[in-house]
């Protein structure tokens, strides 16, 4: 692994990243940092952790030019990862005094941009950039460059036609998407506007399990909730983030935990906007040792002490369970994964092969959690959705 100081990067930025201690680039770094200098559209697939933040940020930052105003737009879904990248961006433009990044999310942290205030740097949401543009406090046309970061959780979201809308303004724009997963949706996108001249793929599935353990969990047909609970008395961990991939499902567990008495916190989709905040700011200072989430609400939280991850079920998309897995085992830290078995079919776990996963196999009965020496087969007729509530 090389250094910062072998890319094209111009000395104060190098200082800069020597003294906020970025002394080596990740491998992610290392890919995109000179593709993106030399101005090159671009496609990444890389999950949180890898440092794709950086990646982006580091190079940007140091091509914008003093008098040219607004270069760089970076639109992230939610304001928790658009403040996240603001965080990151602010460190290192202290270095340029004369260049200024702008966070610009709603509510509370409005901030009316005139022709004496425009950044050079712009970090947004995508409804909060179209309500911008409508008030014309920003001139999108001399943009040159725009970042989708976590593009497949802005698709999702439904702010494609926004996105489309606003790249349109742009000519021949510089666009760098960064994403988890590639889904079919992002497709119209690529083929429209993107054409990118690489395509990187950082797929965790190739490095997860050199750290990280796998385990399959066979739970019988129990109410899931109560074999959380039991699951965590046993296992008794340091920081366990559990995930589900229906919101109900996540809300379900969360309050019978909390009934239960564990200290335990959550994160979904219909969580209100200042309950999420707060939740986030507790998670952040360690206030939990179980987090309940969805698959897309845990994106973007780094927290490279997860000792734990269990998923009570597999996702729709099964590379969702790597990326899952890939919460754990961070940072040269080693991990385990579980995966509750009950019901999930054959076919799914199977294709998990695709990832070189090699689960060991355990057993959750009467508050006792042994190894096996095999994974129990089910026939199809044992394999049916049964109701948490049975």
């Known amino acids: 692994?090389?250094?910062?100081?072998?890319?094209?990067?111009?000395?104060?930025?190098?200082?800069?990243?020597?003294?906020?201690?970025?002394?080596?680039?990740?491998?992610?770094?290392?890919?995109?940092?000179?593709?993106?200098?030399k101005g090159e559209n671009m496609i990444v697939k890389a999950e949180t952790g890898s440092g794709k933040t950086h990646a982006f940020l580091i190079p940007l930052i140091d091509k914008l030019a003093e008098d040219q105003g607004l270069q760089v737009i970076v639109l992230a879904p939610t304001r928790e990862l658009a403040r996240q990248t603001y965080n990151f961006a602010r460190a290192i433009i202290a270095a340029f005094p004369k260049l200024k990044v702008t966070l610009a999310t709603g509510g509370r942290e409005i901030e009316i941009l005139t022709a004496s205030n425009v950044?050079?740097?712009?970090?947004?949401?995508?409804?909060?950039?179209?309500?911008?543009?409508?008030?014309?406090?920003?001139?999108?046309?001399?943009?040159?460059?725009?970042?989708?970061?976590?593009?497949?959780?802005?698709?999702?979201?439904?702010?494609?036609?926004?996105?489309?809308?606003?790249?349109?303004?742009?000519?021949?724009?510089?666009i760098l998407a960064f994403s988890a997963t590639f889904p079919k949706a992002l497709e119209p996108l690529i083929k429209k506007f993107i054409n990118p001249d690489f395509i990187i793929d950082q797929d965790p599935g190739l490095i997860a399990p050199l750290r990280v353990k796998h385990h399959l969990v066979d739970?019988?047909?129990?109410?899931?909730?109560?074999?959380v609970a039991?699951?965590?008395?046993?296992?008794?961990?340091?920081?366990?983030?559990?995930?589900?991939?229906?919101?109900?499902?996540?809300?379900?567990?969360?309050d019978h935990l909390m009934h239960q008495g564990y200290n335990v916190g959550t994160l979904h989709g219909e969580l209100p906007m200042r309950m999420r905040a707060s939740m986030i700011r507790r998670i952040r200072e360690n206030k939990f040792a179980v987090i309940v989430c969805s698959d897309m609400a845990a994106r973007g939280?780094?927290?490279?002490?997860?000792?734990?991850?269990?998923?009570?079920?597999?996702?729709?998309?099964?590379?969702?369970?790597?990326?899952?897995?890939?919460?754990?085992?961070?940072?040269?830290?080693?991990?385990?994964?579980?995966?509750?078995?009950?019901?999930?079919?054959?076919?799914?776990?199977?294709?998990?092969?695709?990832?070189?996963?090699?689960?060991?196999?355990?057993?959750?009965?009467?508050?006792?959690?042994?190894?096996?020496n095999e994974r129990p087969r089910r026939d199809k007729g044992q394999i049916e959705d049964v109701s948490l509530n049975r």
Request: hydrophobic share 40%; aromatic share 10%.
């Open 230 to 254: 039991s699951f965590i008395d046993l296992r008794r961990p340091y920081l366990m983030l559990v995930f589900a991939s229906r919101v109900a499902t996540v809300k379900e567990i969360y």
């Open 119 to 174: 950044p050079h740097l712009l970090i947004t949401t995508p409804g909060r950039l179209m309500k911008l543009s409508e008030d014309s406090q920003i001139n999108i046309h001399r943009v040159q460059t725009i970042v989708l970061d976590e593009a497949d959780m802005l698709v999702d979201a439904g702010f494609l036609p926004i996105i489309d809308q606003y790249i349109t303004k742009i000519e021949k724009p510089h």
């Open 219 to 227: 739970i019988g047909f129990k109410p899931i909730p109560e074999m």
């Open 301 to 372: 939280l780094d927290l490279p002490d997860v000792s734990d991850v269990l998923s009570v079920d597999l996702p729709p998309q099964i590379e969702f369970y790597m990326h899952r897995a890939g919460r754990t085992g961070r940072y040269k830290n080693a991990g385990d994964s579980f995966l509750f078995y009950a019901r999930e079919p054959e076919s799914s776990l199977e294709k998990l092969a695709a990832y070189h996963v090699k689960f060991d196999f355990w057993m959750l009965r009467n508050g006792e959690l042994t190894i096996q």
């Open 1 to 37: 692994m090389g250094s910062f100081k072998s890319f094209a990067l111009s000395s104060p930025m190098v200082e800069v990243l020597t003294k906020l201690h970025y002394i080596s680039p990740t491998p992610i770094q290392e890919e995109v940092i000179p593709k993106v200098l």
